[in-house]
């Protein structure tokens, strides 16, 4: 066992707190959705039972529509804002009012692969990703397209894709807050009062229709089709009709959902920008956004010639694995947060699309720039993608879960591997 894998395993055990993991201590207190499935996978690997024990806590705080938050506030942490007392979800668990990308399907499918022994397990969980898969599908659809009415629930939370839509928002009343991120962690790489003002506002609104999602249809000034929810989204039908079938589910709706999502896909094909690109869904204009989001088609299962270039320019222009936003653009910023930083947990899920479609090349450059960034600089959250420095919180969960499951292993024993 090499020394950063033992790194890895007590990072994950550091981040425990008995059933769900947290992303960091200090900066992020509580459960979240897609990190806590990274989670999830890393625990398979070396402890499986804890594994599923976390998706069993995620699932656990799912609403009776469907719905799993993006946020579980498990236990009361004053020092977070905004805690369960301004978000006001109404699940069984105290939450906020808005989802995450759904990637929890796919690393079920993962984990099940490597434990069998899992099956039951993942035989409960599978009707709750089901219920969820289809609330993204009644509520988030625009021309079969996957909509995001906050950017927090794209997990891309300041994303460049989202500017127009930002300033499409008043924040004139929303009042005194007290952000807490910025003493954790260099304001100069998180986002900045402007976004924040417009995210705290997104939150009253859901709170004053108490989370209606038909009258947020109308209400919510923010709806943007988004790369990243509809390839994960995508990814994960596949990966849920795939175990419905071993488990003797009728998966013919799933398969419908599928058929479904390939073709919203296509409709965010940017001519322009070579590339998949955001969708402001009041304007109906794309946002011009090249991002390492828009290389998630092949983690999709979509085999697309058409973004390979623009891919490959944009790995030519960082040193360490795929920017959040093109390094040529206009705005890149490589240590605030989504406008510049690499992420690990994304170049995991476009290295891994590209491995499963055959693209090596490609995926072997990103896989070894990423093992390098730990190597150099530890577990970060994100990293500079032309010096490598490590940035963001520290000692950080779902970056130890990709160097376990992927980064850190060999293509033909990485975990999952067909």
């Not at 395993?9 to 979240?32: A, E, F, S």
């Not at 795939?242 to 001519?271: H, Q």
Request: hydrophobic share 35%.
């Amino acid at each position: 066992m090499t020394e950063l894998t033992e790194r890895a395993r007590n990072i994950l055990r550091q981040n425990d707190k008995g059933g769900y993991t947290l992303p960091t201590h200090g900066l992020y207190p509580y459960q979240w959705n897609w990190d806590s499935a990274f989670a999830a996978w890393g625990f398979s690997t070396f402890d499986p039972a804890r594994g599923w024990q976390e998706l069993e806590t995620l699932v656990s705080g799912q609403w009776e529509d469907g719905m799993i938050p993006h946020i579980l506030f498990h236990r009361p942490d004053p020092g977070y804002y905004p805690g369960p007392d301004v978000w006001q979800g109404r699940g069984p668990v105290p939450s906020s009012g808005i989802s995450q990308p759904p990637v929890a399907a796919s690393f079920m499918a993962k984990m099940l692969a490597a434990d069998p022994t899992g099956e039951a397990r993942a035989r409960a969980i599978w009707p709750r990703l089901r219920d969820w898969h289809a609330w993204f599908m009644r509520w988030r659809l625009d021309q079969g397209a996957v909509c995001v009415t906050h950017p927090w629930e794209a997990g891309r939370d300041n994303a460049p894709d989202w500017d127009p839509a930002m300033k499409a928002i008043d924040p004139s009343n929303v009042g005194e807050y007290t952000r807490r991120d910025t003493s954790h962690v260099d304001p100069a790489m998180r986002p900045t009062k402007y976004d924040y003002d417009r995210y705290i506002r997104l939150v009253q609104i859901g709170v004053s229709v108490n989370w209606d999602q038909e009258k947020l249809l109308t209400l919510n000034p923010f709806r943007v089709a988004d790369p990243t929810m509809t390839f994960t989204l995508l990814r994960a039908q596949r990966d849920l009709a795939a175990m419905g079938r071993r488990f003797g589910e009728d998966v013919s709706e799933i398969e419908e959902w599928i058929r479904v999502l390939e073709g919203g896909a296509e409709t965010l094909w940017n001519e322009n920008t070579g590339g998949y690109d955001s969708r402001d869904v009041h304007t109906g204009r794309f946002n011009g956004v090249l991002s390492n989001a828009s290389a998630l088609c092949w983690y999709g299962g979509i085999d697309d010639a058409r973004a390979r270039p623009a891919l490959e320019r944009m790995l030519t222009s960082a040193e360490f694995g795929l920017a959040s936003f093109d390094p040529d653009a206009e705005g890149f910023e490589p240590l605030r947060y989504w406008r510049g930083p690499t992420w690990p947990i994304m170049n995991y899920l476009v290295g891994s699309g590209l491995e499963e479609q055959g693209h090596n090349d490609l995926a072997q450059r990103i896989r070894r720039d990423t093992a390098r960034l730990m190597e150099m600089n530890g577990f970060a959250e994100y990293y500079d993608p032309h010096s490598g420095a490590p940035a963001g919180g520290g000692s950080f969960t779902w970056t130890a879960a990709v160097w376990l499951g992927w980064a850190g292993q060999p293509p033909e024993t990485r975990q999952g591997a067909a």
